[in-house]
């Protein structure tokens, strides 16, 4: 699989750390309540399909990256880092 | 017909005519009491003990393609009861027990191998660990020896005692451990339910989960919608998109697990031997393949299907532990859909929705819990109580962090269990 | 036998090899299996099941039954394919899964039992009695099992792998790739051209096709000459493009040196590598099928491919009088082939009514053959055909029941090849592998010509994606005939026809499970086990999938398709793995100290992937425990130094530093003073505790992090998260540092003693209190000074740039020597925090809470921070969860073992009495006898409780008392000094 870091362009996903979904960048205040909470660290949609995960550029630049991508055809729509995603 | 010795040579000796269907392939009826959804492993055990144990017959198995044809078809065969939480320790010691008498309950020959697997550790922490768990196992009623490495070494002798990068101090040994014949489980659970009356469906994708006033009243299907008065959500690897037919979100990921299988060779590894340094575990087939299998792919994914980094991580771990493998030639390589859990563990129990069940979460482990998770299901969907060997496969243990079973200890991270 | 005049092998270059001991001579170019032919060996391996002799069937890689061993010891090499095995002088190849010899083997007998031996016997038998599988029935069949064997000895050769990046990868030197090549090398694009063979040219090598007027074979040879003069193309013979991944990433496999007596004389045996093409070609041409009929396995049966390429490419006549048996024209050529060489064709039998008339053969059209005789090698087959049968006396049968289109590497994807009618084949889906274009035979083009278009045609739609402008290429001039066939799977009739000859899978078991409901494809697969062999069905799942079909009575594509996995031939595990053995598995760290450790005879243990010392031995010691209390000794009395370096070190920068670390620890840490020093506890975001250490505040906007070692890089993603992903708002910057900086522990009553001679100012206690840090100079070096202590002593720890730390250490341990201390190790350092009830990864384990260990008052009430409100969860910190405490035997001998389980005293130990664990354990030289911590349920109100350790794998069972998990200066005096 290769994957396009934003900052240093396509590299083998080898040298990626892979986190989960990319519902992680949207932490629930801390008064958000149980359901909030326990959809942020346990729930999942878990999509047949098209995703957004995040990928860390451990053997890279250390950058975080959002990637859209298929589950089913481990397609890659798209690449962006996490700083701008959640900006 | 039953299988037997005797009835392979009366029919060899008269042209193998009277050979018969191992199951019966049904029409779907309008209504059952109980249907299965997922014509995996533990569907069709759930079928069969349900129809064992607790006399119902009118059910249904519902799988989309053929029997037999997800993560039970494409595992590395491996059986144990080597776990150190409680939760998964009475579990597995339950599933295993099952396992030492299947052959005959189900007159069906499923290789059930107790050949014995070894937990190699590698330093004075990993060996307190790999103690925990064998005092547990024992405490459980299990087997568990703790070898330390000149014992290991006469067992496994072609180990890299030499200068493997992470030396070997010993082996947690677990004689009761060992293989089976994955299909041959599938197949003789789907013919001793059969037998009993389950109608096994095949061909028939489950397309809605029909629910009235919070209680489940049937399912939707392409072969017609089907009446039930209970269903069971039985098809990890695709546990999240079931469930959502019911509009539910379940606390899992997928993730793909590769396994790999070698040319045909005569016997040169007994036992099953894992190696936790390395992620890495093998044994050898009654064919003569070597069976392996190493950690995840590392990314969510219904491909069934991996790609090469992991390819090499598994094969990089066999040449340290055993370079003796290196001739060997990896025939297939196949991959396998994981439903990734929280805590690693599995997930058996009711829902919010009257009358239906789910059964998933299996991480890599679902291959040999086969005949224990549908043993406890049953006894689940039938009475309504958890079974004593399974009362902390709880739903909503994230939500209330009471029981969570973290035999890896890397929390909420449905990608690294 | 041999045809003078034939052939592309170099006549003026014998070679000499054996086989199962006896001498054969060979020429260059041969294969093995071509010399074997030469040679008049028929009979070259035994069947999986029946152990039926066999002889070879193909001329590749797909070869199901010539597989042999090759070499002994560490380089032995087992199910090597006679036919891919280029011949060198001193091969010695030996038969294989044969007992005693391969005349004679006495494993035969399962043929004759092959009635009870049907698909899926063993699934109805070997139940009874149970304990009879493991210790009878299963050593029985897997003995009888297998193929080759592994020596049992270490891989002695040499492996490799490679990266290789190209525009386009193509796959397959036939016509079509050649073109391909040719088309897109003459564009400029960078090219890698992959053949399994070790000659360029495909079928063209076994074919009496001519190209332009030329045989195919010099026309060939002519492209070859210019793509090598092309710099953008790379030529890799004998590599075999194994398997298609995820965008543009192939897998291939290069054999090296198998062709070399020397096996490499330096160069890898074989390399593995990894292609990433940007666009690809896959021209891997089509393989020919058999024909299932009656005993169709007899050594001297081969495909009628296979006849050709032997005759035409190797010289050699596989048979004095050969019969050729098929259902399309192609086969025609065999015959036509043969007459010109001048061997005699006794027969040539087409199932087709309408079969063209072949000339000056006895041609029978509307015959199939249906039956073959002979001891262990084909002397003579039947034909049914109009008016009856008939015998003819022929020591080789040349059958073709078509070809298939080598599909395989397009279904590693999951593509599922479709059904084409015309030629009776599955052929690729269009997509199935983004970016590649098949091409050629593996397309379903079976003409030269055809090839040749397909072949340019998509090199040039690849060079457009790609943005290159292909000048419109010249085709040249081949043959343009269709193909046509009538498909013939299997031959009705008695007997056993094999589909699946090395797993000896027949018709009839195919039928069997049918009637046995195992209807669906992969239900007979497994059911059967065909195509489960090392050829993996290449030579047999559509005829197996054709009977299947009849069986049931449905169609081919209704029945299913036919799908591959990677690898399409099988790659050795050393080379997928190559260069991990031994130290080769994981990188290794080393410390600036490592030098003088393992000068001093320390013992050394991994932690992560460094080294540390186990403990340093002094002459007279006996084991390691005598050293382990001396050094515990050194700093309880003296002065002790260890090598801390392997610590997780994080320098964290900007103006938000302080609000990262209040948002990553339980604690506050914008509240730390500068030039002060904090303990820290982490969370994961579920509420557990994920790793703890010190942060040192060397400025307002400046804080150095120290992690465990074993969670450096953990702790660094978190942080990096914490910052990218949760807060980009933040201005703060992060660099891992722990290999910048050397740091080493000074422990002990003297510790300051040691400083005080390499700190150009003195050390002050007024300003240099507990938990304070700051920059020092060391002898002139800028360095860092911390005191913190992990031994309860008062301690230090002193950092320099790692160039400095191994006279550094080497300046401590004297200096610690000349006061009655010295260096300290791993064990001793274990026994140090365990007396204080210092936490490890032992402790926080990955399923412990704040709580848990004792410090939920760490996490504070005024500030959020990751994994605070998971770790409110009710189950997280109610009573009953197992707490840490301290473990004391109540006799002064008793023994505790981590690992061990809890229990009330007068409890059965089993698991569901099971109170807890114990985690860590030592002797106490400071106590004087055995200490542990243990998690024990609702263990802090439990002190004082006397409860059972029980460890049940070494039979040690221990009461102790509950205790303070600090065992030894509880209040701290000695480390705030």
Redesign the interface.
């Known amino acids: 699989?290769?994957i396009t870091c934003p900052h240093c362009g396509e590299r083998?996903?080898?040298e990626f750390?892979?986190?989960?979904?990319a519902l992680?960048?949207e932490?629930?205040?801390?008064d958000a309540g149980?359901a909030a909470?326990?959809?942020?660290?346990?729930?999942?949609?878990?999509?047949?399909g098209v995703?957004r995960?995040?990928?860390?550029h451990?053997g890279g630049c250390?950058?975080?990256v959002v990637v859209s991508?298929n589950?089913?055809?481990?397609?890659?729509l798209g690449t962006q880092?996490?700083?701008?995603a959640?900006? | 017909m039953r299988f037997s010795g005797l009835r392979v040579l009366k029919e060899g000796l008269t042209g193998n005519k009277g050979w018969q269907p191992h199951w019966r392939d049904p029409e779907p009826k309008p209504e059952y009491d109980i249907v299965i959804i997922g014509g995996g492993g533990h569907g069709l055990s759930t079928a069969y003990y349900l129809a064992r144990d607790h006399g119902l017959k009118n059910i249904a198995v519902l799988e989309r393609g053929y029997i037999g044809g997800g993560n039970i078809g494409r595992n590395t065969t491996i059986v144990r009861a080597n776990y150190f939480l409680q939760g998964n320790s009475e579990f597995y010691s339950h599933s295993l027990k099952l396992w030492e008498g299947l052959e005959e309950d189900l007159n069906y020959n499923v290789m059930h191998s107790q050949r014995g697997i070894i937990n190699l550790f590698h330093s004075d922490g990993q060996r307190d660990a790999a103690a925990r768990r064998g005092n547990m196992m024992i405490s459980q009623g299990d087997d568990a020896i703790l070898l330390g490495r000149e014992e290991l070494r006469k067992m496994v002798p072609f180990l890299n005692f030499d200068d493997l990068r992470f030396p070997l101090y010993g082996g947690l040994y677990h004689p009761r451990g060992g293989t089976a014949r994955h299909d041959a489980v599938a197949w003789g659970y789907a013919r001793g339910a059969d037998t009993r009356g389950v109608d096994l469906i095949q061909n028939c994708e489950v397309t809605g989960i029909d629910i009235e006033n919070g209680q489940v009243r049937g399912v939707q299907t392409v072969r017609g919608p089907i009446r039930a008065r209970k269903v069971a959500m039985v098809v990890a690897g695709r546990s999240s998109q079931v469930a959502a037919m019911a509009g539910m979100r379940l606390p899992i990921e997928s993730h793909i697990l590769q396994a790999f299988v070698t040319e045909g060779l005569k016997p040169v590894i007994d036992h099953v031997i894992t190696f936790g340094m390395g992620h890495f575990y093998i044994s050898q087939s009654d064919k003569g393949g070597l069976v392996f299998g190493g950690d995840l792919d590392f990314y969510a994914s219904y491909a069934a299907r991996g790609n090469l980094p992991t390819v090499e991580h598994v094969m990089e771990a066999g040449m340290a532990l055993m370079p003796m493998i290196g001739k060997a030639r990896v025939l297939r390589s196949w991959g396998g859909i994981m439903d990734m859990s929280p805590d690693g563990s599995p997930i058996i129990d009711r829902t919010h929705i009257d009358g239906l069940y789910v059964n998933c979460g299996w991480n890599y482990g679902g291959f040999k819990a086969v005949p224990g998770s549908g043993n406890v299901f049953a006894h689940l969907i039938a009475t309504g109580n958890y079974h004593p060997a399974a009362t902390r496969f709880r739903l909503d243990r994230f939500r209330t962090g009471r029981g969570i079973i973290d035999e890896e200890g890397k929390g909420s991270q449905h990608n690294l269990h | 036998m041999r045809i003078e005049g034939k052939g592309l092998i170099a006549r003026d270059h014998r070679v000499s090899f054996t086989f199962d001991g006896v001498r054969y001579s060979g020429f260059q170019g041969d294969t093995l299996a071509s010399a074997l032919l030469a040679n008049g060996v028929r009979l070259v391996a035994r069947s999986f099941k029946y152990h039926r002799p066999r002889g070879i069937l193909t001329a590749g890689s797909e070869e199901p039954n010539a597989l042999v061993t090759i070499g002994t010891g560490g380089r032995q090499d087992p199910n090597v394919r006679a036919t891919v095995q280029e011949l060198y002088d001193g091969l010695e190849a030996r038969s294989q899964n044969r007992w005693p010899s391969l005349n004679h083997d006495l494993l035969s007998v399962n043929d004759l039992a092959a009635p009870f031996f049907g698909a899926g016997f063993y699934y109805k038998t070997f139940m009874w009695p149970r304990a009879f599988w493991e210790k009878l029935y299963e050593p029985m069949i897997r003995k009888a099992a297998g193929l080759g064997a592994l020596s049992g000895e270490d891989n002695a050769d040499r492996y490799e792998r490679a990266f290789a990046f190209c525009d386009l990868l193509v796959i397959g030197a036939g016509p079509a790739g050649l073109m391909a090549a040719l088309v897109a090398g003459r564009a400029g694009a960078d090219v890698i051209l992959a053949d399994e063979d070790a000659r360029i040219g495909g079928r063209l090598l076994a074919e009496t096709y001519e190209i332009d007027g030329k045989p195919g074979h010099v026309w060939a040879e002519e492209v070859l000459a210019e793509l090598r003069a092309m710099d953008n193309v790379r030529l890799m013979t004998r590599t075999t493009v194994a398997g298609a991944y995820d965008h543009g990433t192939f897998a291939a496999l290069e054999r090296v040196s198998h062709h070399r007596a020397d096996r490499g004389a330096g160069a890898p045996l074989e390399c593995f590598w990894r292609i990433v093409a940007r666009r690809s070609v896959l021209a891997a041409g089509a393989l020919e099928r058999p024909v299932a009929f009656r005993d169709n396995d007899r050594p001297g049966i081969m495909t009628a491919g296979a006849v050709r390429a032997y005759l035409n490419r190797w010289g050699v006549a596989p048979g004095k009088a050969v019969t050729v048996f098929g259902n399309n024209d192609d086969a025609h050529r065999t015959a036509r082939d043969l007459m010109a060489a001048g061997v005699h064709v006794a027969g040539l039998i087409d199932s087709r009514h309408d079969a063209p008339e072949v000339q000056g053969v006895h041609m029978i059209r509307g015959g199939q053959v249906c039956g073959s005789t002979g001891r262990r090698s084909l002397e003579a087959i039947t034909v049914r055909r109009a008016g009856g049968e008939e015998r003819i006396q022929t020591d080789c049968l040349a059958m073709s029941g078509g070809w298939n289109p080598s599909v395989h590497l397009t279904c590693h994807m999951n593509g599922r090849p479709a059904w084409r009618r015309d030629i009776a084949s599955f052929v690729p889906v269009a997509g199935a592998i983004p970016g590649l274009r098949a091409a050629g035979a593996c397309n379903g083009a079976f003409s030269t010509a055809g090839c040749l278009r397909e072949g340019a045609a998509a090199a040039v739609e690849a060079l457009e994606d790609l943005g290159l402008k292909a000048s419109e290429p010249t085709l040249p001039a081949a043959d343009d005939t269709p193909y046509a066939l009538e498909p013939l799977w299997a031959v009705p009739g008695k007997g056993r026809a094999w589909l699946d000859f090395q797993n000896d899978v027949t018709v009839k078991d195919v039928k069997q499970a049918a009637v046995e409901n195992f209807r669906s494809v992969e239900h007979m697969k497994r059911y059967t086990t065909q195509g489960m062999a090392t050829d993996q069905g290449k030579n047999s799942n559509v005829a197996a999938l054709a009977v299947l079909a009849d069986a049931t009575g449905r169609g081919i594509p209704e029945t299913g398709t036919t799908t591959f996995r990677p690898p399409y031939s099988p790659i050795a595990i050393a080379a997928l793995g190559a260069g991990a053995e031994g130290k080769g598995f994981q990188p290794q760290r080393f410390t600036t100290s490592h030098a003088a450790t393992v000068a001093r005879g320390a013992p050394l243990i991994e932690a992560g992937l460094w080294y540390r010392p186990s403990y340093f031995p002094k002459p007279g010691e006996t084991d390691w425990r005598q050293s382990c209390d001396r050094e515990v000794g050194y700093v309880r009395n003296a002065v002790g130094v260890a090598d801390v370096s392997t610590l997780g070190k994080i320098d964290i920068q900007g103006a938000d530093a302080a609000k990262l670390l209040d948002f990553v620890y339980t604690n506050m840490f914008s509240t730390l003073k500068v030039g002060r020093v904090r303990y820290g506890l982490m969370l994961r975001e579920d509420g557990h505790v994920m790793d703890d250490g010190t942060t040192a505040r060397l400025g307002e906007d400046h804080y150095v992090m120290t992690t465990t070692t074993a969670a450096a890089g953990e702790v660094m993603k978190h942080l990096e998260f914490a910052t990218q992903g949760l807060h980009p708002e933040w201005d703060v910057s992060l660099c891992s540092v722990t290999e910048h900086w050397a740091q080493f522990a000074v422990a002990g009553p003297k510790a300051r003693e040691v400083l005080n001679g390499l700190l150009d100012t003195p050390l002050d206690p007024q300003d240099w209190p507990f938990m304070s840090c700051g920059a020092v100079s060391v002898l002139g070096v800028a360095g860092r000074l911390f005191r913190i202590s992990f031994s309860g002593e008062e301690g230090y720890e002193i950092a320099v740039p790692a160039r400095y730390g191994a006279s550094l250490f080497d300046i401590l341990v004297k200096r610690a020597e000349g006061l009655g201390g010295g260096p300290y190790g791993m064990e001793a350092l274990n026994v140090l925090r365990i007396e204080k009830g210092f936490i490890t990864h032992s402790e926080i384990h990955g399923r412990t809470t704040a709580y848990d260990i004792g410090m939920g008052g760490m996490v504070s009430a005024r500030k959020d921070c990751i994994g605070k409100t998971m770790s409110q969860r009710p189950g997280l910190e109610e009573p009953g969860r197992e707490c840490l405490v301290g473990l004391k035997p109540v006799g002064p001998d008793g023994r505790l073992l981590a690992g061990a389980h809890l229990y009330r005293k007068e409890a059965e130990a089993k698991r569901t009495n099971d109170q807890g664990y114990v985690t860590s354990v030592c002797h106490s030289p400071t106590l004087g006898h055995m200490i542990g911590l243990a998690f024990l349920a609702d263990g802090p109100e439990r002190h004082g409780e006397i409860v059972k350790m029980v460890d049940g794998l070494r039979g040690v069972t221990t009461l102790c008392e509950v205790v303070n998990p600090v065992f030894f200066d509880a209040d701290g005096g000695r480390m705030r000094g």
């Open positions: 699989m290769r083998d996903h080898r750390y892979y986190k989960g979904h992680a960048l932490r629930p205040s801390p149980e909470w326990d959809d942020y660290v346990h729930q999942r949609e878990n999509p047949a995703t995960d995040l990928w860390y451990e250390g950058a975080w991508r589950t089913l055809t481990h397609e890659v880092a996490a700083s701008e959640r900006a």
